[in-house]
């Protein structure tokens, strides 16, 4: 695996990335593309059969669903709402290169896997087109069309979608006391089921460091009243001399002004 190849700065072709994303919805197996299925005779009897069943799982069941729900939001409400199509559940994920010289949308339903990739063959710069535009027009108009017809249908094996409310903070179920919450679709394997603790242990703190609402504040009146002194003066223990006295220097440990030689006179 080239490291490039995470920051989209290795060439893959629409196939290989339409082949890479249908490994979500097929709950981690990775299938091998074909365009064949059978070579057939006159008389309608297969000659050949050249549908290659040749899969491998590549990516946990886990992985493959948590992946499913991150890019289904990107249609819900992300980057990709333009590719979205009626009745359907879509997956995808946007994708544009520096200058606008290369732009993509590759996405999924239960039903197929579709990569859409606009771009110059000189590889000179479009314009302005990006993920979110041209690319997922093209494949919610291509999508709509496969898809007449078919009923609605949830990914194999994942089970019922739920929406469920969850913890801004902690992202766990929301408890009674989360007061910021958000709204996240869930298949069975991947469902929370522990429930947010910490705006709970939080309101327990904040309880018990403040005074609760039914403790008396002071008045605007008592508030400005003068507080009576109740500490000791300390000019009473001898730490501080008293304003009143008279100043005595005898007992100030002064040297003596007796037999000091006087200054020299000032030429």
């Given at each position: 695996?080239?490291?490039?190849?995470?920051?989209?700065?290795?060439?893959?072709?629409?196939?290989?990335?339409?082949?890479?994303?249908?490994?979500?919805?097929?709950?981690?197996?990775?299938?091998?593309?074909?365009?064949?299925?059978?070579?057939?005779?006159?008389?309608?009897?297969?000659?050949?059969?050249?549908?290659?069943?040749?899969?491998?799982?590549?990516?946990?069941?886990?992985?493959?669903?948590?992946?499913?729900?991150?890019?289904?939001?990107?249609?819900?409400?992300?980057?990709?709402?333009?590719?979205?199509?009626?009745y359907q559940l879509v997956a995808g994920k946007t994708?544009?290169?520096?200058?606008?010289?290369?732009?993509?949308?590759?996405?999924?339903?239960?039903?197929?896997?579709?990569?859409?990739?606009?771009?110059?063959?000189?590889?000179?710069?479009?314009?302005?087109?990006?993920?979110?535009?041209?690319?997922?027009?093209?494949?919610?108009?291509?999508?709509?069309?496969?898809?007449?017809?078919?009923?609605?249908?949830?990914?194999?094996?994942?089970?019922?979608?739920?929406?469920?409310?969850?913890?801004?903070?902690?992202?766990?179920?929301?408890?009674?006391?989360?007061?910021?919450?958000?709204?996240?679709?869930?298949?069975?394997?991947?469902?929370?089921?522990?429930?947010?603790?910490?705006?709970?242990?939080?309101?327990?703190?904040?309880?018990?460091?403040?005074?609760?609402?039914?403790?008396?504040?002071?008045?605007?009146?008592?508030?400005?009243?003068?507080?009576?002194?109740?500490?000791?003066?300390?000019?009473?223990?001898?730490?501080?001399?008293?304003?009143?006295?008279?100043?005595?220097?005898?007992?100030?440990?002064?040297?003596?002004?007796?037999?000091?030689?006087?200054?020299?006179?000032?030429?």
């Amino acid at each position: 695996l080239v490291p490039a190849v995470a920051l989209g700065a290795a060439e893959v072709t629409p196939l290989e990335m339409a082949q890479a994303f249908s490994t979500f919805p097929n709950g981690g197996r990775r299938h091998h593309a074909y365009a064949v299925d059978l070579v057939a005779n006159q008389q309608g009897e297969p000659v050949a059969n050249l549908a290659s069943h040749w899969t491998r799982q590549a990516l946990a069941p886990s992985t493959a669903e948590r992946m499913t729900e991150m890019l289904t939001r990107v249609v819900r409400s992300g980057t990709g709402t333009g590719a979205a199509i009626p009745y359907q559940l879509v997956a995808g994920k946007t994708g544009t290169t520096d200058s606008y010289k290369d732009a993509w949308f590759v996405g999924f339903t239960p039903y197929y896997t579709c990569a859409v990739w606009v771009g110059n063959t000189d590889n000179s710069p479009t314009w302005g087109v990006f993920g979110g535009s041209l690319p997922a027009e093209i494949f919610r108009r291509v999508m709509t069309d496969a898809h007449r017809d078919l009923p609605p249908a949830t990914y194999a094996g994942f089970g019922e979608p739920t929406r469920l409310k969850l913890c801004k903070n902690s992202h766990k179920l929301a408890s009674p006391e989360c007061a910021e919450t958000y709204q996240e679709v869930f298949y069975t394997s991947t469902r929370p089921d522990e429930e947010c603790e910490e705006c709970g242990q939080t309101k327990m703190f904040l309880e018990f460091d403040y005074p609760r609402a039914d403790t008396p504040y002071p008045t605007a009146d008592e508030a400005e009243s003068p507080v009576e002194q109740t500490e000791p003066d300390p000019r009473e223990g001898g730490f501080l001399p008293d304003a009143t006295a008279t100043p005595d220097p005898s007992g100030w440990g002064m040297p003596s002004q007796e037999n000091v030689p006087d200054a020299p006179p000032v030429e």
